[in-house]
């Protein structure tokens, strides 16, 4: 078996956990979040996020790291050897085919969203937060949204800052930027808290977050759980092979189960401060919590127009969630890209290259449902909600469930008790085995069957 992967290596431990911190902290937390809480009605939705990311989330992190690192190689590649390696069929490649598919879809949005971000780093500079009222920030979110010829520009600036990344190799450069910039966010995060708990309605916002009541869920509850759920995959980078293709460039000796749990308490907590920074905002100025994906674009400029150096912080604040973005989004290129290298011998930036133009063109389609295409719907979604919804509340559960079953199934066991390390009578290893091979499979399929409506 391979120690080394032919895309790079990690320079160190510390490299991986920043590295996969980096895909997993990003507009999943910040944006996302909040606004499919609010959507959710909050409290109920927080504890079943909160459930699935402890039960379902680490297992499937833990699992996916550790196929990567015993293949060390694209997830399709990889998912090909390790079968032939435990003597099971070649089909289970297609897992790295879905992870493919799907992080297509999700750059593809991904890169439009970040976009506007990028645009209120231009909005926050040019101090047009000043003393902004809740229509003010909804109408200037509006003239964003409705003007594709920006939107195109933005796309196509965040996906040529992927491109260039990507096509230099990952293991260079990313955990240097990563290093200093999620110890920056965290700490503008929690001055954002502050200032929310003093400014804003914390009161309402902290009961609104964490005190669950199921009545609100009502006949929604199925949808619900299913996005909160999809809600937990998406934000911890899993069932895409995005985790797994950075579990493949990390040290042998490195302790799998430690970092998975690290990662994920880092991801965890920078969405509640998320939340805990706009829900004040919401209540105090009268917002609604189910505005939908615009949520913090209409919510952050009032606090950042009303806040003595808001317009520092607000600058700041955005230039720090595009580098969020932009870490994320690197890791969402990478596993296609590592294929089309192993595969067809391109290099990497031509690689790349092909890659991101077919998610750019993807995008184009996301960001016209905004506005020239806005009529045409599909489950009444537009492109861009669809790509979202789908990608969240099922491709990403479906590869979930599937690298559960390889990892605790078809796997031999001595082979993942040797690449966790862990001791045949050790507890933890025991409620691993638990969890991937009964609870998370068994919940998200419940779930997901819930949702078609077959249960
Ligand atoms: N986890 C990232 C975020 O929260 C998004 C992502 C999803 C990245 C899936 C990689 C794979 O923003």
């Given at each position: 078996m391979s120690t080394m992967s032919v895309h790079g290596m990690w320079s160190s431990r510390l490299a991986f956990i920043l590295a996969a911190t980096g895909s997993a902290v990003g507009l999943g937390n910040i944006w996302r979040f909040p606004y499919t809480a609010g959507e959710y009605g909050g409290g109920a939705f927080v504890l079943i996020y909160l459930i699935c990311v402890a039960g379902i989330g680490i297992p499937i992190m833990m699992a996916e790291i550790m196929l990567g690192r015993r293949g060390r190689q694209s997830p399709v590649n990889t998912m090909r050897s390790l079968a032939g390696q435990e003597g099971?069929?070649?089909?289970?490649q297609l897992l790295g085919w879905m992870g493919i598919v799907s992080g297509l879809l999700i750059l593809s949005f991904y890169s439009v969203i970040a976009g506007w971000t990028m645009a209120y780093v231009t909005r926050a500079f040019g101090g047009?937060?000043?003393?902004?009222d809740a229509a003010g920030a909804e109408s200037m979110f509006g003239a964003l949204v409705s003007d594709p010829e920006r939107l195109l520009a933005w796309h196509t600036i965040f996906m040529v800052m992927t491109v260039m990344v990507v096509a230099r190799g990952v293991a260079s450069g990313l955990e240097k930027a990563v290093r200093f910039l999620m110890p920056a966010l965290f700490v503008l995060l929690i001055g954002m808290v502050l200032y929310a708990a003093q400014a804003g309605d914390f009161q309402a916002a902290l009961a609104y977050l964490?005190?669950?009541?199921?009545?609100?869920?009502?006949?929604h509850a199925g949808e619900a759980i299913l996005s909160a759920m999809g809600q937990a995959f998406f934000s911890l980078s899993l069932g895409m092979g995005a985790i797994m293709i950075y579990g493949s460039y990390?040290?042998?000796?490195?302790?799998i189960g430690r970092n998975a749990v690290i990662i994920a308490s880092l991801d965890t907590t920078v969405a509640l401060l998320a939340g805990l920074a706009i829900f004040p905002i919401v209540f105090a100025n009268g917002?609604?919590?189910?505005?939908?994906?615009g949520l913090i674009f209409q919510t952050l400029p009032i606090a950042f127009g009303q806040m003595a150096g808001g317009q520092l912080v607000g600058v700041v604040f955005f230039v720090l969630l595009v580098f969020a973005a932009w870490t994320s989004a690197i890791s969402l290129l990478e596993p296609v890209v590592t294929w089309l290298v192993e595969n067809?011998?391109?290099s990497r930036v031509r690689a790349t290259v092909i890659a991101g133009s077919a998610v750019w063109l993807l995008g184009i389609a996301c960001l016209l449902s905004l506005n020239v295409w806005a009529g045409f719907t599909i489950f009444g979604k537009g492109i861009l909600d669809l790509f979202d919804y789908v990608t969240a509340n099922v491709l990403l559960p479906l590869g979930g469930v599937l690298i559960a079953v390889f990892a605790?199934?078809?796997?031999?066991r001595a082979s993942s008790r040797d690449e966790l390390a862990?001791?045949?009578?050790?507890i933890a290893y025991g409620a691993w085995r638990l969890l991937i091979r009964y609870v998370a499979p068994i919940c998200v399929v419940i779930v997901l069957l819930n949702a078609i409506g077959l249960i």
């Open positions: 099971a069929h070649g089909a289970w047009q937060f000043g003393g902004i964490f005190k669950p009541d199921f009545a609100k869920l009502g006949e990390l040290n042998s000796s490195a302790s917002l609604s919590p189910d505005s939908g994906p067809r011998g391109f605790g199934w078809i796997m031999r862990m001791g045949e009578t050790s």
